[in-house]
């Protein structure tokens, strides 16, 4: 089982930063793709970004390429979302996931993930 704990959300203006933090309960964090997705009022979850387990590998949402940055540091079993240049249409919860992942694992896909934190809330205002 592995707990997984985001913060770091709140309420920012269009055109600034937040970094969401996800922090994971298990040593073995460090053997899981983790992955960021959100989630606005009334749509379906999205995937924004994700990274493997050895941080070599990243993918991300058109909507988050050139603004988005994922990162992990396995010492602290902690990822990260740095978020630049936010806009409206960014506010969501924000969760991140972790997976086994493993061949053909296809990250954009909500339920090839194993484990979810509980969310935070973004909101870009104009």
């Known amino acids: 089982q592995v707990q997984l704990v985001e913060s770091g959300g709140g309420l920012v203006q269009a055109g600034g930063s937040l970094r969401l933090s996800c922090a994971a309960s298990r040593r073995a964090f460090n053997t899981y793709t983790m992955g960021w997705f959100r989630q606005a009022p009334g749509k379906e979850r999205d995937f924004v970004a994700a990274?493997?387990?050895?941080?070599?590998?990243?993918w991300y949402a058109d909507s988050a390429k050139g603004r988005f940055t994922i990162s992990r540091d396995n010492a602290k079993s902690t990822v990260y979302l740095q978020m630049n240049s936010l806009k409206p249409e960014d506010t969501a919860v924000y969760y991140c996931a972790a997976a086994r992942g493993g061949y053909g694992f296809l990250p954009g896909v909500p339920t090839l993930y194993d484990y979810w934190g509980q969310g935070t809330q973004v909101t870009v205002s104009s």
């Open positions: 990274i493997t387990w050895s941080g070599g590998t990243t």
